[in-house]
C-alpha cells in the first residue's frame, strides 16, 4: 500500500507530542508499505516519517517542491502525494504549543474545525483518495 504521511512543521511539535507522533507514525506502516510524504524543509512529520519508515527499511516516494512557494511548489508537491497515495495520514496537533511564535488562526481554515490548528497537511488530505486525520 502507499502510505501518505503529512500533517505540521517541528516547531508546532512539543517533545511529548512529537513523541506520541512517531507513535502514530509507527502504527501507520507496514512492512510491505511504501511512505509517500513532503521531504518539509521545516523538520515535523514529513522528516519523522521519513525516519520510521528507514526504521522499518521501507521504500520511500518523498516529493518536493520545484521551488520554495505555493504556486509552482508546494501545490504542485502536495497534490502528488494525493495523488500518489492510496490513503492519506495527516498527523495534526489541537492546540499551539507554549511559545510558538509563529502564525496563528483560530481554526484550520482547510477543514473549517477548531479541533485541531491550521495545517497545509489538511489541504493535501482532503484532495485524496482515502485520508484520516490523528490529531494528538
Not at 509552482?72 to 495527516?90: E, M, P, T, W, Y
Request: contains cysteine; charged residues 30%; hydrophobic residues 35%.
Amino acid at each position: 500500500m502507499r502510505v501518505g504521511i503529512v500533517g505540521h512543521e517541528a516547531r508546532k511539535f512539543t517533545p511529548e507530542t512529537e513523541a506520541k507522533a512517531r507513535e502514530i507514525i509507527r502504527s501507520l506502516l507496514s512492512p510491505d508499505d511504501i511512505l509517500v510524504s513532503g521531504g518539509c524543509h521545516l523538520g515535523g512529520i514529513d522528516i519523522w516519517a521519513e525516519e520510521e519508515a528507514n526504521k522499518l527499511g521501507l521504500e520511500k516516494e518523498i516529493y518536493l517542491p520545484a521551488i520554495p512557494r505555493w504556486e509552482g511548489g508546494f501545490k504542485q508537491r502536495n497534490l502528488k502525494i494525493a495523488r500518489a497515495s492510496d490513503i492519506v495520514h495527516c498527523i495534526v496537533v489541537a492546540d499551539y504549543p507554549e511559545g510558538y511564535k509563529g502564525m496563528k488562526f483560530d481554526y484550520c481554515y482547510h477543514c473549517h474545525t477548531s479541533d485541531h490548528i491550521k495545517s497545509g497537511g489538511c489541504w493535501t488530505a482532503k484532495r485524496a483518495r482515502k485520508a484520516e486525520w490523528h490529531v494528538i
